[in-house]
């Protein structure tokens, strides 16, 4: 008997075809979003990787 269904310690069920099938959801929203705007894209992008530069880069 399989079970796709688990539990996690917080009692919630997980069906890790809802999930899938979520991330397949945001992931199409993003890539409309990014089509939408792609030169905010690539800013917002580059300035993710400059702030998390200049942290990894912190000592």
Known sequence: MENNETND????SIDPDQIKETAA???AEAAKLIKK?????????LLV???????VKRK
């Open 49 to 55: 990787g400059l702030v998390i530069g200049l942290l």
């Open 25 to 27: 959801t945001v992931a």
């Open 9 to 12: 310690k917080s009692g919630f």
């Open 37 to 45: 705007h792609p030169f905010e894209s690539v800013g917002a992008a």
